[in-house]
């Protein structure tokens, strides 16, 4: 089946938290492709989040070019970003419940009492009920950076509010974390159709194995539906940058697709 068709395989294979926890996703995924489902050109369609009932949790400070932002926005709270980098333990924070969360082609949300919004591109871990890697998506980690910086304590403020996570446009599944670390994250900010904002990362820069992640993810804690991960931001525009209502983001990752989302005051 080429990419430009949707198959509607929802009476056979369930909710996605059933999906998740197959052990063999990728072959049953392929074999049920062979069926006689209803088939929908992808144009003809409006694609939702990939996502059902997963709540949606963000790490932070995974690469060295996020530590140094944070550290340069903050005063007193630098050292906090300095320590994190290093420990044994992540900063992993609760970004979103899933029927908060915009899919692509929705607008993002810029905070009204915010005066620094940037987007945060970044890899998703897709996990099943017990913790295991069933695929990838995109995520963008909405933030307002003069909330953030001003306290670490704001930084619940910061991070969660409407229309704060986007995730999409699928899930990618069939591929290994070191498959993945080749790929390249590409962000792209238009602003009346002229480009204000470009930058790339790689995921192999992230400094913590994804099982890691997922493990602190899951300590003394249960996701009875799975759970999508963020796994922090290499992208970081420069200090002068901020989003505006109407900039469009465009987020690229190699290996998954496009994530595209216009930009509106919530
Ligand atoms: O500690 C603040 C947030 C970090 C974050 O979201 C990131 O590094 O992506
Ligand atoms: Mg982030």
């Known amino acids: 089946m080429d990419e430009s068709t949707v198959l ?17 996703l990728p072959e049953r995924l392929a074999a049920l492709a062979q069926g006689d489902f209803p088939r929908h050109a992808l144009s003809a369609v409006r694609l939702l ?23 340069a926005e903050s005063d007193f709270s630098a050292t906090a970003y300095d320590k994190v980098y290093e ?3 992540p900063e992993l924070f609760f970004k ?34 017990g913790g295991g890697l069933a695929g990838f998506t995109i995520g963008n980690d909405m933030s307002s950076r003069d909330i953030e910086g001003e306290n670490l304590l704001y930084l619940p403020q910061a991070k969660i509010y409407s229309r ?28 009346s159709g002229a480009q204000v904002f470009a ?3 790689s995921v192999g820069q992230i400094k913590r194995p994804f ?17 999508m991960l963020l796994t922090g931001t290499g992208i970081v525009p420069p200090d002068t940058f901020t989003l505006e209502p109407g900039d469009l983001v465009r987020i690229t990752i190699s290996g998954i697709g496009v994530l595209e989302n216009t930009v509106q005051p919530v």
């Open 8 to 24: 509607d395989i929802s009476a056979q294979a369930g909710g996605l938290s059933a999906l998740l926890d197959w052990d063999d």
């Open 96 to 129: 979103a419940l899933p029927e908060k969360v915009v899919g692509p082609g929705q607008p993002v949300g810029i905070r009204a009492d915010a005066k620094w919004n940037v987007p945060e591109p970044e890899l998703v871990l897709v996990l099943n009920a």
């Open 49 to 71: 989040p990939p996502i059902e009932r997963q709540e949606v949790w963000a790490a932070g400070v995974t690469y060295l070019r996020s530590k140094k932002a944070r550290m």
């Open 87 to 89: 420990a044994a333990r």
């Open 164 to 191: 704060s996570c986007a995730l999409g446009p699928t899930i990618r599944v069939g591929a290994t974390e070191a498959e993945a670390r080749n790929w390249t994250i590409e962000m792209a900010v238009e602003r």
């Open 211 to 227: 099982a890691e992640l997922a493990d602190y993810l899951f300590r003394s804690q249960t996701f009875p539906h799975g759970a």
């Open 199 to 201: 930058g790339a990362a």
